[in-house]
């Protein structure tokens, strides 16, 4: 069955970097395409980075782009997000999905995507 654990979470300033992991088990890494999402308080869940699957294509929201870099090791199983110069607006609890998709590129639409982790909290404040 497939999983996916997130970890890395955590409180940080602002300005200040975080790295998120996704750890995933129970099926043919390679041939899935992942995203990371975020969900504030009171707000909907947002997509914030996608990854394809053979060819690594990405995406970001425009809020992110040149802040954050999403990456995948297909040797470890496991989808990173990196977050840099981290602002009080990217609060929020960060969660990594799974979509089958070997070819092509996914989005940043929460209701493309079949498997998802528990989710981990970053808090950005001073």
């Known amino acids: 069955q497939l999983q996916l654990g997130e970890s890395g979470g955590g409180l940080v300033q602002p300005g200040g970097s975080l790295r998120l992991s996704c750890a995933v088990s129970g099926f043919t890494f390679h041939a899935y395409a992942f995203g990371w999402f975020r969900q504030a308080p009171g707000k909907e869940r947002e997509g914030v980075a996608c990854?394809?699957?053979?060819?690594?294509?990405?995406k970001y929201r425009d809020s992110v782009k040149g802040r954050f870099t999403i990456s995948r090791d297909n040797a470890k199983n496991t989808v990173y997000l990196q977050m840099d110069n981290l602002q009080p607006e990217d609060t929020a609890v960060y969660s990594c999905?799974?979509?089958?998709?070997?070819?092509?590129?996914?989005?940043?639409?929460?209701?493309?995507?079949?498997?998802w982790g528990q989710g981990t909290q970053v808090t950005v404040s001073s």
């Open positions: 990854i394809s699957g053979t060819e690594g294509g990405t």
């Open positions: 999905a799974a979509e089958r998709l070997p070819f092509g590129n996914p989005g940043l639409m929460p209701n493309e995507y079949d498997f």
